[in-house]
């Protein structure tokens, strides 16, 4: 009796199959996907099988090409909308992770893009995904059904639940380096790490982005390293300097204890010189319900010794 019902199972999953191959044959279409663009639309649910990578690889592909893969860099040319024109670009998953997530499997996914011809002020390209498991079987009511979906590995589809494309980071088409870190008991982030220059100011920047009310949301950005020693000239003399100078650094860490919606608060220290003096602080940043993202004080925010 199970083996006939297995067989008709079976029968109805390859019949839509073998109907579909009658048709006409598909378009092949030549030209570049705009995969950079902001406006491709990206599935809300895949059926891949297999296992974690192989499912992540064909959510991979799906999205990028059949180039895209898990453990190294792949190049492609892709249709700069700003210049009309190809560029050629370098990708790489370059940070992944699997949580819990209040009782719910999810995929943290970050994929890098760096420009290869890009000017030494143009940013580098991120594109982040948050992705669930489903936690239904597509099809069938008894145990052997759902244990042959299962084998089959289709009975987990990949739910996209958050996105965020083409945010803009670093210099030189480098976007800087991406890490998954924990902000509370079940909020996890994308730590994304990024130099800039402006005008003689050197900074590094900390950015957090974590689905808070459903989306992908800035919920921390804060400064690792600032100082204004190219714009004073300070940077190429071994004499004290006159000129007022700023050169800080941020250490940052999480720390653990109560947490406030879900995130622990951040604790900051400072040391280096602020302008006219050395300083040493320590700040404590909450969340702020409200606002949706952590409150940073005045002193944190500084651009140069002018305010």
Same mark, same amino acid.
């Given at each position: 009796?199970h ?6 199972? +079976?029968l109805?999953?390859a ?6 191959g009658?048709g ?8 570049? &996907?705009r ?10 649910? +895949?059926?891949?099988?297999?296992t974690?990578?192989?499912?992540l690889?064909?959510?991979?592909r799906?999205r ?15 249709d ?10 370098t990708? &790489? ?6 949580? @819990? ?9 970050a994929?890098?893009?760096?420009l290869?011809?890009?000017?030494s002020?143009?940013?580098g ?7 669930? /498991? ?19 590995g ?10 965020r ?7 030189k ?9 924990? +902000?509370g ?7 994304i790490?990024?130099a ?18 459903d989306?992908?949301? /800035? ?7 600032? @100082? ?6 300070c940077?190429?003399?071994t ?11 941020f ?19 400072t ?10 602080q ?14 940073v ?8 010794c002018?305010?």
């Amino acid at each position: 009796m199970h083996g006939r019902r297995a067989c008709r199972w +079976l029968l109805a999953l390859a019949l839509p199959a073998l109907l579909a191959g009658c048709g006409d044959p598909p378009a092949v279409n030549d030209k570049p &996907r705009r995969v950079l663009d902001s406006t491709v639309a990206v599935e809300d649910t +895949l059926y891949p099988s297999g296992t974690d990578e192989q499912r992540l690889l064909a959510f991979l592909r799906d999205r990028y090409g059949a180039s895209a893969r898990l453990d190294g860099p792949w190049q492609d040319p892709w249709d700069d909308t700003e210049v009309q024109a190809q560029r050629p670009v370098t990708r &790489r998953v370059c940070a992944r992770g699997t949580v @819990d997530t209040d009782g719910h499997v999810q995929h943290l996914l970050a994929v890098c893009q760096t420009l290869d011809d890009a000017a030494s002020v143009e940013p580098g390209r991120v594109d982040l995904y948050v992705l669930r /498991d489903g936690q239904a079987p597509l099809f069938g009511k008894d145990e052997n059904e759902r244990a042959f979906s299962r084998i089959l590995g289709v009975d987990r589809p990949l739910l996209v639940i958050a996105q965020r494309l083409q945010g803009r980071y670093g210099r030189k088409g480098a976007p800087g380096t991406v890490q998954i870190e924990q +902000l509370g008991p079940q909020r996890h982030a994308f730590r994304i790490t990024h130099a800039a220059r402006h005008r003689g100011i050197a900074r590094v920047s900390r950015s957090y982005i974590a689905v808070h009310d459903d989306r992908l949301r /800035d919920v921390a950005v804060l400064d690792e390293h600032i @100082d204004n020693r190219a714009a004073t000239g300070c940077e190429r003399t071994t004499t004290p300097c006159e000129a007022a100078t700023i050169d800080l650094d941020f250490a940052i860490t999480v720390g653990k204890g109560d947490a406030v919606a879900g995130y622990w608060a951040l604790m900051v220290r400072t040391r280096g010189q602020d302008c006219s003096e050395p300083t040493q602080q320590d700040h404590r940043l909450r969340f702020e319900p409200g606002t949706r993202r952590y409150a940073v004080p005045a002193e944190l925010q500084r651009e140069d010794c002018a305010g």
